[in-house]
């Protein structure tokens, strides 16, 4: 018997990066910082810090500050919010290399990290 729960174009398009609780990079939205909870090249989920605190469509230009230090400025729209996280679509892909050097700081500095 063939199973068809994998048919179909995969909803996951590029690597995610999810972090550990003590290793989250920090968003900047309007002077506010977020915790992420993880990112790909095409956007990152987030912890909100109120309910309802962002809309789903609405355009967020943000501030991503990564373990190492370095910064990313990247324009997005909210897909979707709940009480406790948000997901942003980048409006433009964030480079694949920017994504590697976050799994080799992880996997250098969090030895449990997989």
Do not use: M, N, W
């Given at each position: 018997m063939q199973d068809t729960r994998y048919n179909g174009k995969n909803r996951r398009?590029?690597?995610?990066?999810r972090y550990p609780l003590t290793g989250?990079?920090?968003?900047?939205i309007s002077n506010n910082e977020y915790e992420v909870v993880?990112?790909?090249?095409?956007?990152?989920?987030?912890l909100c810090k109120k309910i309802n605190?962002?809309?789903?469509?609405?355009?967020?230009?943000?501030?991503?500050?990564?373990n190492d230090g370095g910064s990313l400025?990247?324009?997005?729209k909210i897909l979707r919010t709940t009480e406790k996280v948000s997901v942003i679509s980048f409006s433009?892909?964030?480079?694949?290399?920017?994504?590697?050097?976050?799994?080799?700081?992880l996997k250098a500095h969090y030895p449990?990290?997989?």
């Open positions: 398009e590029h690597y995610r990066i989250r990079p920090r968003l900047t993880d990112i790909s090249e095409s956007g990152l989920k987030f605190e962002f809309r789903a469509g609405s355009e967020v230009r943000l501030e991503i500050t990564f400025h990247v324009r997005g433009e892909d964030i480079p694949f290399g920017i994504i590697l050097k976050e799994q080799r700081y449990e990290y997989r």
